[in-house]
């Protein structure tokens, strides 16, 4: 982790420290929300002023992933596979127009033996890795 968060400045020496406390934390539990990441409320809240602090942004925490990335690629003399992804986020909403229309799905099985036919709404994000 601290090769990934080493090209970061958050601008005070703590905040850098906190993020990479909170990066290892998350690395142990990926896909968990906060609190089971965070296992306690004092770490949990510790998490959410993180965010809410000013000096900390999306921008200044992946500089370090940037700059580790870019050292990554010169250190290499043979291919590199840039990997794409979309991921979808789905939300349940009457009237899809107000977030986005995705797809429409096929549900489960009506007693008359019909598909049930769904429209999703969200977003779709897609996402580079190195």
Same mark, same amino acid.
């Given at each position: 982790? /601290?090769?990934?968060?080493?090209?970061?400045?958050? &601008? %005070?020496?703590?905040?850098?420290?906190?993020?990479?406390?909170?990066?290892?934390?998350?690395?142990?539990?990926? &896909?968990?929300?906060?609190?089971?990441?965070?296992?306690?409320?004092?770490?949990? #809240?510790?998490?959410? @002023? *993180? *965010?809410?602090?000013?000096?900390?942004?999306?921008?200044?925490?992946?500089?370090?992933?940037?700059?580790?990335?870019?050292?990554r *690629?010169q250190?290499?003399? &043979?291919?590199?596979?840039?990997?794409?992804?979309?991921?979808?986020?789905?939300?349940?909403?009457?009237?899809?127009? #107000?977030?986005?229309?995705? #797809?429409?799905?096929?549900? @489960? #099985? /009506?007693? %008359? &033996?019909?598909?049930?036919?769904?429209?999703?709404?969200?977003?779709? @994000?897609h996402? @580079?890795?190195?």
């Open positions: 982790m /601290e090769t990934e968060t080493s090209g970061c400045d958050l &601008g %005070d020496a703590r905040l850098n420290r906190r993020l990479g406390s909170m990066l290892t934390a998350l690395a142990e539990r990926p &896909g968990k929300s906060l609190p089971t990441a965070f296992q306690d409320w004092s770490n949990t #809240k510790a998490a959410y @002023r *993180f *965010f809410a602090n000013g000096n900390v942004s999306e921008d200044k925490i992946l500089e370090g992933n940037f700059s580790a990335s870019r050292l *690629f250190a290499t003399t &043979g291919p590199i596979l840039i990997l794409q992804d979309t991921t979808e986020f789905s939300f349940t909403r009457t009237a899809p127009e #107000k977030i986005g229309f995705t #797809k429409t799905s096929t549900g @489960r #099985k /009506e007693k %008359d &033996g019909r598909f049930r036919q769904h429209t999703l709404c969200g977003l779709l @994000r996402a @580079r890795t190195c």
